[in-house]
């Protein structure tokens, strides 16, 4: 078993890090019980008074603090639910590795999970408003307007390595992000490959390569790109050309609000929208045109789109191609 299990691990840290995630901490459930944390668990919540027996089996009264419903910790043969080795291990992060926070992502189906836990660690002292819940809805992948069908129990699944095998990490890391997490999400398997418009990262990434290219040309040209202390931008007062600031201005209040509400699905949405205000700018206006000082206010205001675009995706591990 230890084998096997180091195997499968391994193989889990292979396929993440290159989906662009890396833990900090691999933790083992094991740990738990081998260090006594488990049995110091249970312990607390029966000094407490937060325990009773009933048909053999020994409860959490989680109903005392406002619960739906009692939880099992001990079943009547004597084996810890899971329930106990939850509590025991957000006590570990809270007590012992002193988190301030505890932010867990966990699926739907173990929605009303959540109640119970916080009340778990407010019994054993814990404060249990330093954990944070973000529920994630299932993903349904499309292939040509098809289903596919997946079914844990009969082993028919698509793991993330097939998945990236299939459509890039970049598009894989950007559809899985189009969505709240509360939210169901279809990934259209065929859309994810499209190099069209209507395949949003192919659109996000596109713009920042157009614009490199549009620098890169200027600078064939021997067109400077210079400071903007040194570039009359209130030449910029077309429409598209303000709504672009506008967008441009609203990114830093995006980011924090995407980390206040643990949604970077307003990231996704926020490069798409500033991307799409760069084309229409880009259709609608010549860049090097006539006029040097509007010329040079636009490579400024061009140059800003893609840094921004370029920031937007570094947040969201994704490439910023120089050309496509």
């Avoid at 970077?264 to 040097?292: G, M, Q, W």
Wanted: hydrophobic share 45%; glycine share 4%.
């Amino acid at each position: 078993m230890p084998f096997a299990l180091k195997r499968n691990i391994d193989a889990l840290k292979k396929d993440l890090e290159e989906y662009r995630i890396r833990y900090d901490v691999w933790f083992s459930e094991s740990s738990l019980y081998e260090d006594g944390e488990v049995r110091e668990t249970l312990d607390i919540l029966t000094e407490n008074g937060c325990t009773y027996e009933k048909e053999g089996a020994l409860w959490f009264e989680a109903t005392r603090f406002g619960c739906d419903k009692d939880e099992v910790l001990v079943r009547a043969n004597g084996l810890c639910t899971y329930f106990l080795a939850d509590i025991a291990y957000h006590r570990n992060k809270i007590l012992k590795r002193n988190f301030e926070r505890c932010i867990n992502i966990w699926g739907a189906d173990h929605h009303g999970h959540v109640a119970r836990l916080k009340a778990a660690l407010d019994a054993v002292g814990l404060n249990g408003s330093k954990l944070d819940v973000v529920i994630m809805q299932l993903v349904r992948l499309v292939r040509a307007g098809e289903v596919v069908k997946v079914s844990k129990r009969s082993g028919k699944a698509i793991a993330l390595r097939d998945l990236i095998d299939e459509v890039g990490v970049d598009a894989a890391r950007f559809f899985f992000n189009l969505r709240q997490s509360d939210t169901h999400l279809e990934f259209d398997l065929q859309l994810a490959l499209e190099q069209s418009a209507q395949n949003p990262v192919y659109y996000v990434q596109y713009a920042h390569a157009r614009i490199r290219s549009v620098l890169s040309l200027l600078k064939q040209q021997e067109v400077e790109v210079k400071t903007p202390g040194r570039v009359k931008l209130s030449l910029l007062t077309e429409k598209e050309e303000v709504d672009l600031i506008d967008m441009l201005a609203a990114f830093p209040e995006e980011i924090r609000m995407a980390a206040v509400t643990y949604d970077p699905s307003r990231v996704t949405r926020y490069a798409i929208e500033l991307a799409s205000c760069f084309h229409k700018f880009y259709n609608a206006h010549r860049v090097n045109c006539e006029d040097h000082a509007l010329r040079d206010a636009r490579v400024i205001l061009c140059d800003c789109v893609r840094i921004v675009i370029r920031n937007a995706l570094a947040v969201l591990s994704v490439e910023a191609p120089e050309r496509m």
